[in-house]
């Protein structure tokens, strides 16, 4: 089960934060990755993001986001957190975290966080 | 990258079948067999239904059933029902590990 949390309101150039606990299951497994991916009436749904360990830490980005994008994985608190910097109107939309392959699909999905951008 | 191509919209009385395209090129849709369908609630998040273009995760009814022709892929639904109306939508695989959906298809049952 993912629980995200994190502020719905981003002022425009801030820094767009939100975080996924993980219960039921480990940020540092290899059963699948972590990713993040946002939905909005003007963009549909886009994949952003995704971390996943393998003896090392790995991090893949979409090229839309790649220079303002870090996901950043806590094996501590078994969660793994969003940042979006140098946010516009344009990042408006509902946020998701997800465990999910690139091939085999994504198959678990927290409860989306709606996230506004606006002065 | 750019979105995957799928109609706006798709109907069908209860007890028929519809079939909703998804159409990419070579380089996602047509160059792998990682072809996903999701099914989208109002409100709620996507689920999926579909993985590796065939294949149905455990509890998906068979009803539903996935396919792929050169760039396009396809999600039929069987037997529709009126739990069935719902949004739908495709994603692949596009290499350098990257992954995208598609524009989304609206399922009206009639």
């Known amino acids: 089960q993912l629980q995200q949390s994190g502020p719905g309101l981003v002022k425009p150039s801030q820094t767009l934060s939100l975080t996924c606990a993980i219960s039921?299951?480990?940020?540092?497994?290899?059963?699948?990755?972590w990713n993040w991916i946002r939905q909005s009436p003007s963009r549909g749904l886009e994949w952003l993001g995704r971390?996943?360990?393998?003896?090392?830490?790995?991090?893949d980005y979409a090229v839309s986001v790649k220079s303002r994008m870090t996901i950043k994985p806590d094996p501590f608190k078994n969660q793994f957190s969003l940042q979006l910097n140098s946010v516009t109107p344009e990042d408006t939309a509902v946020y998701y975290c997800?465990?999910?392959?690139?091939?085999?699909?994504?198959?678990?999905w927290g409860q989306g966080t709606t996230v506004t951008v606006s002065s | 990258q750019s979105a995957l191509t799928q109609p706006p919209s798709a109907s069908g009385p209860p007890g028929q079948s519809v079939t909703i395209s998804c159409t990419g090129t070579?380089?996602?849709?047509?160059?792998?067999?990682?072809v996903s369908w999701y099914q989208q609630r109002p409100g709620k998040a996507p689920k999926l239904i579909i993985y590796?273009?065939?294949k149905r995760p455990s509890g998906v009814p068979d009803r539903f059933s996935g396919s792929k022709s050169g760039n396009t892929a396809s999600l039929t639904v069987s037997g529709l029902q009126a739990e069935d109306e719902a949004d739908y939508y495709c994603?692949?695989?596009?290499?350098?590990?990257?992954?995208?959906f598609g524009t989304g298809t609206k399922l009206t049952v009639l």
């Open positions: 997800v465990k999910g392959s690139l091939y085999y699909g994504m198959d678990v």
């Open positions: 070579s380089s996602d849709v047509g160059g792998f067999h990682y």
């Open positions: 039921g299951d480990s940020v540092s497994s290899n059963s699948g990755a």
């Open positions: 590796e273009v065939t």
């Open positions: 971390t996943y360990y393998s003896s090392n830490w790995y991090y």
């Open positions: 994603s692949s695989y596009v290499g350098g590990n990257t992954y995208v």
